[in-house]
């Protein structure tokens, strides 16, 4: 496959017709990651059947490999890359990682390295040094574990003593449900186990915990809700584990507000039947825009007229990730378009709700902030610069904006390479109305 040379504005393509598509994508990072850290884990080798292939996926194996890991690509089939597989070792210290802008991984590797034997230096970007890690750090001194830290973030070093008792925990993950379950993740591990409290101004993304506790069930580890935000993981085994990688359904969202945006039909192959992904709220979401989605044989359809699009007003705390999306679709709306409860995605790989203001004012468009979101009202919108921000959702907002409004410069869109390395042949694919799986 040929790759656009990202080093220049991407122009997002105008739709010149009602879509007609079947789209296949690759792996969801939220699964990837997590079967990759409890890969290395687990008490024999694993291997991961279309695992994503993209820039946060590699910075976690890399991450685990010097931890200890052994990762290795074996043949796959062909659809988006090798496999994976993992054989664990025992976690090793005195390395360093670089996390890029991966929030997964600067929140879940930490608590690894803390289970092994010495010093291990983290950072990343210059906006990861920005990310909220105040709580990550805070936990593992609770726990007994050494972290040397200028201030709570990026950079750090996380010294490991072999094991990390565990026991009883309580922590504010208001900004990141990825910090929860980084603790739950490495819990079977700790020497009591883990139970685990959130008490804050706000929930965690509640989808994404139970994501992290269904992974672990799968593997044999007893892991339990206890209360509205109590966990509890059990020490033990944690088993290997020959898995299947879902598709990544929030990449699924520009694809499917696409069939909003200009009308028509779009169909996503691998949708599962059952998922903890929080990109299955997607149908839900485009329905409040008058869109049509049905779920049969392994694929979702989603319809819809085109035309005017109707405004909405969406609760979106439990799903924020999809957001970017929905705020496009507000920004080509005919009526405003409130998206509440994102206010913790301005700490996100940028800030977002700025991110998605400033970008759609650029092109004579009228949104405001709310105290946990943002307003979009209808404005004539013209083609101009769309900043990605070095953040996918961003940048794939600014194509489904280019749906409608030509001329949308989107400045870096190898941003997307972070989860969806194929994103601008996939979206031309679909424009073409090709049934297109790479």
């Known amino acids: 496959m040929s790759h656009p040379d990202h080093s220049r504005p991407w122009t997002a393509p105008t739709a010149k017709a009602r879509l007609d598509a079947r789209v296949q994508l690759p792996g969801s990072k939220s699964l990837t990651n997590r079967a990759l850290l409890l890969a290395a884990l687990a008490d024999g080798p694993s291997t991961l059947h279309r695992p994503l292939r993209s820039r946060d996926a590699a910075i976690m194996a890399d991450g685990l490999r010097a931890l200890g890991a052994v990762i290795?690509?074996?043949?796959?089939?062909?659809?988006?890359?090798?496999?994976?597989?993992?054989?664990?070792?025992?976690?090793?210290?005195?390395?360093?990682?670089?996390?890029?802008?991966?929030?997964?991984?600067?929140?879940?590797?930490?608590?690894?390295?803390?289970?092994?034997?010495?010093?291990?230096?983290?950072?990343?970007?210059?906006?990861?040094?920005?990310?909220?890690?105040?709580?990550?750090?805070?936990?593992?001194?609770?726990?007994?574990?050494?972290?040397?830290?200028d201030e709570p973030r990026l950079p750090f070093t996380v010294h490991g003593a072999g094991e990390v008792r565990g026991g009883e925990l309580t922590v504010d993950a208001s900004a990141s449900s990825q910090f929860v379950s980084a603790l739950l993740l490495a819990a079977p591990?700790?020497?009591?186990?883990?139970?685990?409290?959130?008490?804050?101004?706000?929930?965690?993304?509640?989808?994404?915990?139970?994501?992290?506790?269904?992974?672990?069930?799968?593997r044999g580890v007893a892991a339990s809700t206890i209360g509205e935000a109590s966990w509890r993981i059990e020490p033990g085994p944690i088993a290997p584990l020959d898995e299947q990688i879902e598709p990544d359904l929030s990449n699924a969202a520009p694809f499917l507000a696409a069939v909003v945006a200009v009308g028509g039909r779009v169909v996503l192959d691998g949708w599962p039947a059952q998922t903890t992904q929080v990109g299955a709220m997607l149908p839900a979401l485009l329905d409040a825009f008058g869109a049509t989605s049905t779920v049969?044989?392994?694929?979702?359809?989603?319809?819809?007229?085109?035309?005017?699009?109707?405004?909405?007003?969406?609760?979106?705390?439990?799903?924020?990730?999809?957001?970017?999306?929905?705020?496009?679709?507000?920004?080509?709306?005919?009526a405003p378009v409130e998206v509440t409860g994102i206010g913790h995605t301005r700490g996100h790989e940028t800030d977002r709700i700025r991110a998605?203001?400033?970008?759609?004012?650029?092109?004579?468009?009228?949104a405001s902030e709310l105290p946990d979101g943002i307003r979009v009202e209808p404005a004539p919108l013209t083609g101009g610069d769309w900043g990605a921000y070095d953040d996918h959702r961003i940048a794939t907002a600014g194509a489904v904006v280019g749906l409608r409004v030509p001329g949308v410069e989107v400045d870096d869109i190898g941003a997307t390479a972070k989860t969806i390395p194929e994103f601008p042949e996939l979206w031309a694919a679909m424009l073409h109305g090709q049934d297109r799986s790479a």
């Not at 591990?189 to 992974?215: K, Q």
């Not at 909405?312 to 005919?334: F, K, R, V």
């Open 72 to 149: 290795r690509e074996v043949p796959g089939d062909g659809l988006f890359g090798p496999d994976l597989e993992i054989t664990p070792a025992p976690v090793v210290g005195g390395g360093a990682i670089d996390c890029g802008l991966a929030g997964t991984a600067m929140r879940f590797l930490p608590i690894v390295a803390a289970l092994g034997d010495g010093p291990v230096a983290f950072d990343g970007d210059p906006h990861a040094r920005k990310r909220p890690m105040e709580q990550t750090v805070a936990a593992l001194r609770e726990l007994g574990v050494r972290v040397d830290a």
């Open 189 to 218: 591990r700790f020497t009591e186990g883990l139970t685990l409290h959130h008490r804050g101004e706000r929930l965690p993304s509640i989808p994404h915990i139970e994501m992290t506790l269904e992974a672990l069930r799968q």
């Open 296 to 334: 049969a044989d392994g694929s979702l359809t989603v319809e819809a007229s085109g035309g005017a699009i109707p405004g909405a007003s969406l609760d979106m705390h439990a799903c924020g990730e999809l957001s970017p999306t929905i705020a496009a679709l507000g920004a080509i709306a005919s």
């Open 356 to 366: 998605l203001i400033d970008n759609i004012a650029a092109l004579g468009g009228r």
